[in-house]
């Protein structure tokens, strides 16, 4: 579970991982291959969904482009 900052699904030498980060850093900086990621930062969702951070993630899943995240998987 992701608390605050970024959480990363990422490809780690063919696995899946979930990955938190904060302070803008990325998996990229350690040589691995982002395939989603969701700011979790209060900014990011505050204004419409207040601090009810559940609904804005269902929103994010709605909403989340797989079949690009399935070529960065792929790449």
Known sequence: MVLAGLGWLKNADGSL??????????????GQTAIITVDLWEHAYYIDYRNVRPDYLKGFW??????????????
Do not use: G, K
Not at 17 to 30: E, F, K, Q, R
């Open 62 to 75: 709605a909403l989340a482009n797989w079949e690009f995240a399935a070529a960065n998987f792929a790449a």
């Open 17 to 30: 991982d979930i990955v938190n980060t904060s302070n803008a850093a990325t998996p990229m900086t350690s």
